[in-house]
């Protein structure tokens, strides 16, 4: 009994129990600056991968008809990388410094949807893992 108990022990700890549900990515908490929304996306990294950089392209539909792409990243992609262990979580952010602001308050978002990913694993190889994003 003790074996088993052993057994079912080690395979709900091993890579392999990660990586059968890949990398969700859902939406975090908006913030405004200056009046402008910056959105946010919470990474779970439930794969047996490490993921050095994540970016998300999110479309935002604003009230007034218009549409903002926004790049949402993990790091700065030619800078200092913080990778994502497996089992670990992260936030996807704006980085305003590199690009514009939404110029609209988060109030005025109506729908957002995905564009673009990218992810990348030691050596700039495209990830393994299945990505499940809700934004």
Do not use: W
């Not at 890949?22 to 910056?38: P, T």
């Not at 998300?56 to 008809?65: C, M, P, R, S």
């Not at 952010?93 to 995905?114: E, F, I, W």
């Amino acid at each position: 009994m003790l074996a088993y108990l052993v057994i079912v022990v080690l395979l709900l700890l091993s890579p392999a129990a990660f990586a059968a549900d890949g990398v969700i990515v859902v939406r975090a908490a908006d913030s405004e600056v200056f009046g402008n929304c910056v959105p946010s996306l919470k990474v779970e990294n439930r794969s047996a991968e490490t993921i050095d950089y994540l970016q998300v392209d999110v479309v935002l539909d604003l009230a007034n008809g218009q549409q903002r792409t926004v790049e949402l990243q993990s790091a700065y992609h030619e800078g200092i990388l913080f990778p994502i262990a497996p089992g670990t979580t992260a936030l996807l952010r704006q980085h305003l410094d590199l690009s514009a602001a939404l110029g609209a308050p988060c109030g005025a978002v109506t729908s957002r949807s995905v564009a673009r990913t990218i992810c990348e694993t030691r050596g700039g190889k495209a990830c393994k893992a299945p990505l499940s994003i809700e934004p």
